[in-house]
């Protein structure tokens, strides 16, 4: 099993910046690949970025240019910064690890961005 807990999150003005993390704790050497998600009210979640083993990214294009995941092996921990923040934006960001067999969620982390 894999432990994911979520922080970070918070209210900002459009333009703002957050930076959001994910500690993960478990079976994290069986993590394949690990991401972001995002569930704004009545909406679907939607993927934001993924990172895998091998440091390649990947980015919706909603967030691309603003948004930068990464990834700290050693502190078993996952990162969103997140630049030029505008409303749309507003949404519970999820982080989401995926292993051989199984995949994992965090409890979610809440960002509001006021006009």
């Known amino acids: 099993q894999v432990q994911l807990v979520e922080s970070g999150g918070g209210l900002v003005q459009a333009g703002g910046s957050l930076r959001l993390s994910c500690a993960a704790s478990?079976?994290?050497?069986?993590?394949?690949?690990m991401a972001w998600y995002r569930q704004a009210p009545g909406k679907q979640r939607d993927l934001v970025a993924t990172?895998?083993?091998?440091?390649?990214?990947n980015y919706a294009d909603a967030v691309k240019g603003r948004f930068t995941i990464s990834r700290d092996n050693a502190k078993s921990t996952m990162y969103l910064q997140m630049i030029s923040l505008k409303p749309d934006d507003t949404a519970v960001y999820y982080c989401?690890?995926?292993?051989?067999?199984?995949?994992?969620w965090g409890q979610g982390t809440q960002v509001t961005v006021s006009s």
């Open positions: 989401y690890a995926r292993l051989v067999f199984n995949a994992y």
């Open positions: 478990g079976s994290i050497s069986s993590i394949t690949l």
């Open positions: 990172i895998r083993n091998d440091g390649t990214t």
